[in-house]
């Protein structure tokens, strides 16, 4: 509902935004590859096999897409697009992604317990609910994000 709340200004003031940098393309690349990589190591888990390598790349590729949100940000500020000055659009960039960004800290720390919970052989194919939970919360941020580079680039 938040999301939808801020994007909803968007709409009503008929904002439009900057061009957006290629870094966000390339997070964009990553969340989605985590994504995949999590449901992989779900559907293992099923099998009783191990999870953790594919955990970890979902980490990684996590770490990767905020490497990548900074870098857009950098991108941004070079191009002169700032949080505090300029139109709202130009603010409006910066809470959209850093909201995002925040939402993704939390599920960073949730694939870090995930993680270090499959290593030590917690999850099983008769247990494995918290796995289940933290790869729906992490499709839930791909989606969202898509949702969001989207509507950020042809807004």
Request: hydrophobic share 50%; charged share 15%; aromatic share 18%.
């Amino acid at each position: 509902m938040f999301f939808a709340g801020l994007t909803s200004v968007i709409f009503v003031d008929k904002m439009t935004f900057p061009s957006t940098p290629d870094w966000f393309i390339y997070s964009t690349i990553a969340i989605v590859i985590s994504s995949v990589t999590l449901e992989i190591a779900k559907k293992e888990t099923v099998l009783d096999k191990p999870a953790f390598n594919l955990i970890l790349i979902s980490f990684i590729l996590g770490i990767f897409f905020t490497f990548c949100q900074f870098k857009g940000w950098t991108a941004l500020v070079d191009n002169n697009i700032f949080f505090t000055r300029g139109g709202k659009e130009q603010s409006m960039i910066y809470v959209l992604t850093g909201a995002h960004l925040a939402h993704l800290f939390a599920g960073l720390i949730v694939l870090v317990v995930t993680a270090i919970k499959s290593k030590y052989g917690r999850y099983s194919s008769k247990d494995y609910i918290g796995l289940k939970l933290a790869t729906t919360y992490w499709h839930f941020l791909t989606i969202l994000w898509i949702y969001l580079y989207l509507f950020i680039s042809f807004a």
